[in-house]
Nanobody, 122 residues
Framework: QVQLVESGGGLVQAGGSLRLSCAAS????????MAWFRQPPGNEREFVARIRWSGGSTYYADSVKGRFTISRDYAKNTVHLQMNSLNAEDTAVYYCAAGLVLSNGLTTYDYWGQGTQVTVSS
């Protein structure tokens, strides 16, 4: 079955960096869009970034544009989210997702990871 397993979360000071990883398994993802969403404390889950597995086109939420970079590693079937210049507003549980539709809407994604906590201290 499909599995998405996130890693790389943790505690970091404001201005610091973290790199999240999402290891994907269970099927061929060449036709899929891979995305990162996040859910801040007490708030709804929101879109962060997405990448087409084939071709590598990317799209970012305005709140992270210029600070975060999404990428994929074919050989390891892994998607990364490099997060720089972190601030307290980036504190959230970060989720990896996979879906066939090129979209920012969380309901269009079919598969989800369990999430990884990112906490930014100010």
């Amino acid at each position: 079955q499909v599995q998405l397993v996130e890693s790389g979360g943790g505690l970091v000071q404001a201005g610091g960096s973290l790199r999240l990883s999402c290891a994907a398994s269970g099927r061929t993802f060449s036709r899929y869009t891979m995305a990162w969403f996040r859910q801040p404390p007490g708030n709804e889950r929101e879109f962060v970034a997405r990448i087409r597995w084939s071709g590598g086109s990317t799209y970012y939420a305005d709140s992270v544009k210029g600070r975060f970079t999404i990428s994929r590693d074919y050989a390891k079937n892994t998607v990364h989210l490099q997060m720089n210049s972190l601030n307290a507003e980036d504190t959230a549980v970060y989720y990896c997702a996979a879906g066939l539709v090129l979209s920012n809407g969380l309901t269009t994604y079919d598969y989800w990871g369990q999430g990884t906590q990112v906490t930014v201290s100010s």
